[in-house]
């Protein structure tokens, strides 16, 4: 069952009767005859009661996880299931950042394996209930996509692991790709039932789910859909190696916004997009974005935090106080150092321990006096490796009791039974310190809730005899591979990977004097407790309302099949050029100027030979020929290569090096249009262009008469980006005081006198053509960059002035969909050079009719 809104879906799974949609413009979209999925008409949309409904109504979210934030329970008796929050889970905790006045609706799977039979009731009561939509997945498929595809290739390969041999990860299987395909098309059929495209908000979370946006973005173009990755995102050299890489990124970028915990992750994957699709990236008042098919794709950098309410109430609780009191006395006269990790391959549990028994050789002082207690929690993923892990922790732990222990004092504690919440808690309040040792980790929550722990309350500080006026102390050594790690500058960070430095890091925080701890604990508590989970969905929620916030106003339609589908998104205002319209224009009208870029218009930029064709010749010549047409070819090229190239079009006007030199037709000399003194500055920008090119390979000089350009588009993206940005700031330098201007294009950075640009030569055509009287009604400019720009804005300047017919036609077009001033655009070379040939043969075609004509009258 299918409908525009929950309510909608609520109403009818509860036989009510179906409302409508909440901004009163579009009735309910709703399943009338079966398999059939109607639009109803909108003429009663604006209606009284219609408003009346919508007014009441309140902002909604949509919130999508593997997971559903619930506990399920079969009865004692086995007549079906109870159902609970999962007060532990993020997704829950999240609803304190959106307000109370925003609706959440949550999609995911449940943890329990439900029978067939019972999938409708239970479905039902979950929607009802909790506002929750389960997502049935068949075990086999589920085992596919997960254990599968998720554990086995995404979740290694985000932390750095590649798949060198079977035994490492396995093989890239495309079942398994297969099937992690398909569950994120049945979240997107869920996701469709109760979706209200216009007004709702979608947030999809983590990798298990990251080719939903693409399920979603293709059936709602104007989706509010924001995501966000709670694991880490491998650096370009490590993510390339995925054979479905292309396919993940463009599906991410169907999003609006895009969340990561740390810089370096969105650094990573806007590395990626910029080696593998050619993307560019940049940063507009403090928000980094990436242009995508005329769509702005923001990128959100921010660390979740944790649910102060639920870790407060657990410390309140009475078991918590007894659980305290106990670990106090079994720890009496000992220093507790804690370690708290899942059993998985990247929580470095073994390389602590290591640690912990260099600290005991180096450091015999410590032995009868420190504890190490490590906290591992059961595996979520499963396999040999995870078995190892296991292996070598217990025997590391064993030996070091072996060795170092003693009757009534154990150096390691290793508890690997599941533990209640509230003991964990109990551990972090009686533990000196915190150690966090993964080698690599996206967001570990741990310190943070230490942090909350050592703050402790009234009643721990009596029973622990703490002095309440005395301030809190705590320390921390997190691994610099760890998230949470950058937002902990009072903690003590380190290389897990060097056992001697980490156990020299845990002598330095048990030696460490209480005042330093309390400082550091105040600067860790004090950021902890701003930024909770609550923060980061509201900050969150906020960007993804900002960048969505034009959807309404512009026009958008998909292209691409499959996985390579994605949207484009224009202002209103800019549109396809229709052939059939301007051939129309072209006809009826009798004075025409026609601006043609080269490089990129009429020649593809990826093309190697550059010399233009035998039907780019014809065409150009056909539009010269015609007595109403004054055509300008106007390049960013040397006036040698363009004479030689455009020697057979005689009436061909050409500009050269972006209208420096200007030439009428064949038979005419270059002319200057722009006076210049002298060119002295050559001599301080070429050896400073010269000092880049020899630092940056792929790089180079092109010198032209009145300019230098330094080209790096053969470089590393990265590092020639980093150049050009620092020679671009460089020439600005050294030439301040001379007569030029520095611009950086397209893989170019271009120093050339001031006052040169291609809306010179725009103007120069149109008051040309005013003195010999041929006043312009017909005005075509086609260019593909930053530089055919200055001559979208002499023309569009021009409409309604006196260099122009008050009845003109003016078209300006730029190549491909992105901002610009033109009006116009097609999206490559060959619609341009299909364009013009459809107006150099309605030259031809007038051209053939007043001969017939003039030959009727003579005869």
């Not at 299931?81 to 995911?108: A, M, P, R």
């Not at 099949?561 to 129309?584: Q, T, Y």
């Not at 009436?651 to 420096?660: M, P, R, T």
């Not at 009145?706 to 020679?727: I, N, R, T």
């Amino acid at each position: 069952m299918v409908s525009r809104s929950y309510s909608n879906l609520l109403d009818l799974v509860t036989g009510g009767s179906p409302t409508y949609g909440r901004l009163g413009k579009r009735l309910p979209r709703v399943m009338t005859v079966a398999g059939i999925i109607c639009d109803l008409d909108e003429e009663n949309s604006n209606s009284v009661g219609s408003e009346a409904l919508s007014s009441v109504s309140q902002e909604r979210v949509i919130i999508v996880g593997n997971q559903l934030p619930l506990r399920a329970h079969r009865r004692p008796d086995d007549s079906g299931w109870n159902f609970s929050w999962d007060e532990d889970s993020l997704l829950l905790q999240l609803k304190d950042g959106l307000g109370e006045d925003v609706e959440v609706i949550y999609i995911g799977c449940l943890r329990e394996e439900i029978e067939p039979g019972e999938q409708d009731d239970v479905s039902l009561t979950l929607l009802e209930t909790f506002k929750c939509v389960p997502t049935f997945l068949p075990p086999d498929l589920f085992s596919k996509f997960y254990h599968g595809f998720c554990k086995q290739h995404l979740w290694p390969l985000f932390h750095y692991m590649l798949p060198l041999s079977p035994d490492l990860g396995g093989r890239f299987d495309r079942s398994l790709w297969q099937a992690y395909v398909s569950v994120n098309k049945i979240f997107a059929d869920k996701v469709m039932e109760v979706i209200s495209p216009d007004d709702d908000y979608v947030w999809v979370h983590d990798y298990h789910l990251m080719v939903l946006p693409t399920f979603l973005r293709k059936r709602f173009n104007r989706v509010k859909l924001g995501f966000f990755l709670h694991s880490p995102f491998p650096s370009s050299e490590i993510y390339r190696t995925l054979p479905v890489r292309d396919e993940l990124l463009r599906a991410l970028l169907n999003s609006d916004l895009i969340g990561f915990h740390t810089f370096d992750y969105a650094r990573h994957f806007l590395s990626c997009c910029s080696r593998m699709l050619g993307l560019a990236y940049q940063s507009k008042r403090g928000y980094i974005g990436l242009e995508y098919y005329g769509r702005t794709v923001s990128i959100k950098i921010l660390q979740v935090g944790i649910h102060m309410g639920q870790l407060q109430s657990v410390l309140n609780l009475p078991e918590t106080e007894a659980r305290v009191a106990e670990l106090r006395d079994q720890f009496m006269g000992r220093v507790v150092l804690l370690g708290v990790d899942d059993m998985d391959i990247f929580k470095g549990i073994s390389l602590k321990l290591l640690a912990m028994e260099q600290l005991l050789v180096q450091h015999p002082e410590w032995r009868g006096k420190v504890v190490l207690v490590q906290i591992a929690n059961p595996a979520r993923g499963r396999g040999r490796d995870v078995q190892e892990v296991q292996s070598e922790t217990a025997s590391t732990a064993r030996r070091i009791n072996e060795t170092f222990g003693r009757l009534g004092y154990q150096p390691v504690i290793l508890i690997d039974n599941p533990l209640q919440f509230y003991e964990r808690i109990a551990y972090y309040v009686i533990a000196e310190c915190c150690l966090v040792t993964a080698v690599r980790d996206g967001m570990n929550l741990i310190p943070y809730e230490y942090i909350i722990c050592r703050q402790g309350n009234e009643k721990l500080d009596q029973m622990l005899q703490l002095d309440p006026s005395v301030p809190k102390k705590s320390m921390l050594v997190v691994s610099e591979f760890v998230g949470c790690s950058p937002s902990l500058s009072g903690a003590i960070r380190v290389n897990p990977w060097n056992i001697d430095s980490v156990a020299e890091a845990m002598d330095v925080a048990l030696e460490m004097s209480d005042h330093e701890k309390q400082l550091r604990h105040e600067k860790h508590y004090r950021y902890v407790s701003t930024h909770d989970v609550g923060y980061w969905a509201h900050s969150f929620l906020q960007d993804l309302e900002r960048t969505c916030k034009d959807h309404v106003r512009r026009r958008c339609w998909g292209i691409g099949f499959g996985l390579g589908f994605r949207v484009i998104a224009l202002d209103p205002n800019f549109r396809k050029l229709s052939v059939e319209h301007i051939v129309s224009a072209y006809k009826r009208t009798k004075n025409r100027a026609i601006l043609l870029d080269y490089d990129g218009t009429i020649m593809p930029q990826t093309s190697i030979n550059k010399t233009p064709t035998s039907e780019a010749i014809a065409i150009l010549n056909s539009l010269c020929n015609d007595p109403r047409n004054i055509v300008f070819l106007v390049s960013g090229r040397d006036k040698e290569t363009l004479s030689n190239w455009f020697s057979s079009c005689d009436k061909l006007e050409l500009a050269a090096e972006h209208g420096y030199f200007l030439r009428q037709n064949h038979d005419a000399e270059w002319e200057t249009c722009v006076l210049v003194a002298d060119f002295d500055w050559k001599q301080i920008a070429e050896p400073v262009m010269k000092l880049y090119t020899e630092t940056t390979d792929g790089s180079a000089i092109e010198a032209k008469e009145s300019a230098l350009v330094w080209h790096y588009q053969y470089a590393d993206p990265d590092f020639g980006s980093c150049q050009a940005k620092e020679l671009l700031d460089h020439l600005e330098s050294v030439l301040s005081n001379e007569p030029v201007s520095v611009k950086s294009g397209q893989h170019i950075v271009e120093v050339k006198p001031q006052g040169v640009n291609k809306g010179l030569v725009a103007e120069r055509l149109l008051s040309t053509m005013c003195q010999k009287g041929m006043l312009p009604d017909f005005v075509l400019c086609i260019g593909d960059d930053r530089s055919d720009e200055d001559m979208f804005e002499v023309i569009t300047g021009a409409v309604a002035g006196p260099s122009l017919s008050p009845v003109a036609e003016v078209f300006a077009c730029t190549v491909g969909q992105k901002p610009s001033k033109a009006k116009y655009y097609l999206e490559d070379t060959v619609e341009i050079v299909r364009m013009l040939q459809g107006l150099a043969t309605a030259s031809d075609q007038m051209a053939r009719a007043a001969a017939s004509q003039s030959s009727h009258k003579t005869t």
